[in-house]
């Protein structure tokens, strides 16, 4: 799918896609961290129809939950882009060491270098979990970092 | 400390006033700009409610309300948006130049003015009210059109040429022979220059020496900075205005944006102030004589805007009702033209009546006219226009 970047000097910026079902979608992103999503009609292709207004904070809820699914996957594309850094997950077995404690006493992080930036929970995500999250059995860690770090992390996981 | 009651009183009514009438601008999609010039006329002398009290502190609001007006059209402008303005608009930005500033050259000199009155209403009757035009745009959910772009790239455009033509207009302003004039100009665009260098090679490292998480320590900062940059070049006969918008285009990227937002409600507060005192300025008895002329201006620069709206609309493609609603979106001039006229008009006598009445009605017809360009029907039409079924 192609998104089209529009700049709107001084407000900010435009994007907009064609859905599979043929409707041309807009989302006015302002500077001022607002965001507003238009629909075109066919009647006049030029115009756009205001459907939903958001400020950043509703911006991101909706984000969250339209995305979060797919925050495993971005994850994965970065790590593409930046050599010797890869993604892994490690998931926690039920009844291991760490079901039921913080994530903050696997000390994952001092101890490989690798870090935990999502923890996935069923449907659920947690984007940026901190040190006081805590785990539970069938969690799926992903983890960012070397290949060494990943690997040492899943050792401490697995206890 | 004595509590100066007659001062608060007028104060606080005026400011109460421009409130009630501001909300019943916001109501209808206006301008409220138009308004406070009314009741600036109102208050001030040879108007139905004179405060004298008040007049001081207006006085120095005002002066203060140029300041922070120009220091954030300076913190808007950012030379990647210019750039990517400029691949594709530079023939609208020529359109729009030499169509609006010509009626008013003509104008002036047909009103018998010399040579910087003439540049002075030619100025005035070019830029368009980025701040109108922008807020109509977002109160008319027209952000998302397809005609947008081209508006906004105009005004980017404008901004553009304000940043070489105030300080120019300023040191021409302040007088003295020609070869001292030429010498400032010199300076004066030199100055522009620098601050474009400085933006855009180290703006950065100023961004840092004025950041701070703080709100209140940024708002200080940056305040501080432009009120003595502004001080510095009213003493050597540029303009304060013209010093604080250099500041502003020296500050950039995330420093930037974070300033435009802690001094906005501030901006906002002073430019009615600086509105009002515009209107306070001007005598009710010396609108009259002028008004023909400046029906006649508001006439022919309401189409010759229209024009160049539709012709950059043309540019991005734009279909027929489209081109409308960008033609009619830059009618409105406002701030700008003011603030033109605050550099030079204790110098003409008729160019404050003749201008303040010119903004006074390209700011009610420029929303008024944008509000009547072709749009769709209204929610009631949806199901009409073809769109794909909701379930």
Redesign the interface.
Same mark, same amino acid.
């Given at each position: 799918m192609d998104v089209t970047e529009? =700049? =709107?000097?001084? %407000?900010g910026l #435009?994007y907009e896609f064609t859905s599979r *079902?043929? $409707?041309r979608v807009?989302v006015?992103a *302002? *500077?001022?961290g607002e965001f $507003?999503l238009? %629909?075109?009609?066919?009647? !006049?292709? !030029?115009?756009? #129809?205001?459907v939903l207004q958001l400020d950043s904070e509703e911006a991101d809820a909706v984000a969250e939950i339209l995305g979060a699914p797919r925050i495993a996957e971005r994850f994965a594309d970065l790590t593409k882009e930046v050599p010797g850094l890869v993604a892994g997950q490690v998931e926690v077995l039920p009844g291991s060491a760490y079901d039921g404690r913080p994530l903050g006493d696997t000390r994952a992080r001092s101890r490989t270098g690798a870090s935990v930036v999502a923890v996935v929970r069923g449907e659920e995500v947690i984007a940026s979990p901190t040190p006081r999250d805590v785990l539970a059995g069938g969690d799926v860690l992903v983890v960012i970092g070397t290949h060494e770090g990943i690997a040492g992390v899943e050792q401490i996981i697995r206890g | 400390m004595r509590t100066p009651v007659a001062l608060l009183l007028e104060l606080g009514v005026i400011l109460a006033a421009l409130s009630v009438l501001g909300t019943l601008a916001r109501r209808f999609t206006l301008s409220p700009i138009a308004l406070y010039l009314l009741t600036g006329l109102a208050v001030g002398e040879g108007g139905i409610a004179p405060v004298p009290a008040a007049g001081e502190f207006v006085e120095t609001g005002a002066a203060i309300g140029v300041i922070l007006l120009l220091l954030v059209l300076g913190l808007e402008f950012s030379l990647a948006e210019f750039a990517v303005s400029m691949r594709r608009h530079v023939p609208s930005a020529l359109v729009d130049a030499v169509l609006n500033a010509a009626p008013g050259a003509v104008a002036g000199w047909l009103l018998g003015m010399d040579g910087i009155g003439i540049l002075a209403l030619a100025g005035a009757t070019y830029i368009s009210s980025s701040g109108i035009v922008a807020r109509l745009l977002s109160d008319l959910h027209r952000l998302g059109n397809r005609e947008t772009p081209a508006v906004l790239s105009v005004l980017v455009m404008e901004d553009c040429a304000m940043a070489a033509y105030l300080p120019v207009l300023a040191v021409l302003a302040s007088g003295g022979v020609w070869w001292q004039a030429i010498l400032g100009v010199l300076a004066a665009v030199g100055a522009v220059l620098a601050a474009f260098t400085v933006s855009y090679r180290w703006g950065h490292h100023l961004g840092r020496l004025v950041a701070h998480p703080d709100d209140e320590q940024l708002l200080l900062r940056v305040l501080g900075l432009a009120l003595v940059v502004a001080a510095l070049a009213e003493f050597v006969h540029a303009s304060a205005a013209v010093g604080a918008f250099l500041v502003g285009l020296t500050l950039t990227g995330e420093t930037a944006t974070r300033t435009r937002a802690v001094l906005s409600p501030l901006r906002d507060l002073f430019a009615a102030v600086f509105f009002l005192a515009i209107g306070l300025s001007v005598d009710p008895a010396d609108l009259l004589p002028v008004l023909p002329a400046a029906l006649a201006l508001a006439a022919v620069t309401l189409v010759t805007k229209v024009l160049t709206g539709r012709y950059a609309a043309s540019r991005d493609g734009v279909g027929r009702r489209g081109k409308w609603r960008a033609g009619t979106a830059l009618i409105a001039r406002g701030e700008f033209s003011l603030v033109i006229v605050g550099l030079v008009g204790t110098l003409h006598d008729t160019l404050g009546p003749l201008v303040t009445s010119y903004v006074f009605i390209l700011a009610i017809a420029g929303p008024v006219l944008t509000r009547l360009a072709p749009s769709r029907p209204g929610p009631g039409a949806d199901a009409r226009d073809g769109g794909p079924p909701a379930s």
């Open positions: 529009v =700049l =709107l000097p001084g %407000v #435009r *079902r043929g $409707e807009g006015v *302002r *500077r001022t $507003e238009v %629909v075109y009609g066919a009647e !006049d292709p !030029d115009e756009g #129809r205001s | -």
